[in-house]
């Protein structure tokens, strides 16, 4: 059957910028407002908001005006908060707000358009969008992070992150080959994103990026692989794609993400990052070295971990992240035994 490529004006992006700046903003004015029972828990257990249900309806919309229909992988859908009264009418009272005019029909087509799956390698364009990363964050007033990225058969070619927490406020955005750029989310001038590249002083500390709500167990686990750097560590806390943002920012020198015995990470929760951290200058790969393969669909199924280091510390960390997917179990020796 015949179809109508998809044709993406990358002329245009600074258009998906503004639409991210605008959901970003919107976001952290529906937070102070934002009633419990609104934020309510999706079928896995996790937390979800009408926030983030709006602003994928809002985003998605937006995004269908300027480049029309493009394949898209995003979060939520009507079971977010599917079943949940309150939740869904402040949804739609946030959406009204928004000046959102798509009506029932046009939500309905928003939270079901998302649901791509499968290997992205053979088709043109893909959204993905995450529309609050760390919605814990969000209902904690902790770090939190509205991310589109668009792939091109498969690979990350743009990507916008909202950082309502970072740096006072940015949307951080670029384009492949085009390197990454801070612009404050309430308006102003842009400025390059660059990775320091100085390696640590002797003595020097390193931050390593955990999780905010870590356990004992996390906290001595990432503190011991900081320490492979053979330096003293801290650790900065942070979720989301927020914790690579710290390093882009310079606010911490390693963030990653390991699979350990899980199915893969959600894409979502990484793709715009990857292009963002590179085009500003950080090492990013997997366990191996390898690049991150972003074109299996929902979940990065074929990697070990998302890891990003500023001040090349990479190698090293990887090569600590792969010592321990073996010691664990995650994954088989090499040469067998
Ligand atoms: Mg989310």
Redesign the pocket.
Known sequence: MPSDRIVIDHDDFDLACEVMQDATNLAVEARSTLPPEAIVEKPDG?V?TAV?VALQVLILSRLEEVFGVVPTIA??DLHSIGGKPAAEAHCRRLLLDWGFEGGEAGIVRALSSGGLDGPTREVDYTWIL??????QGYVDGDH?CP?LALLKRGEVVFAANGHPTVLGGMLLSGAKGEGSWWFPLAGGEFTRAEVSQQPLAAGETVRVVAPARATAGQVRARTAIGEVTGHPCTLVHSD?QAKYAHVIAGAADIAFSRRGGGPGKYV??HAGAILLAREAGAWVGDTDGSDIDLSRGRRLDGSRAVICAARGLGPVIARELARRDVAEGFVAARGGA
């Open positions: 996790s979800v983030d979060e939520e995450d529309p609050i990363d760390g919605t939190w991310c989301s979502w929760d």
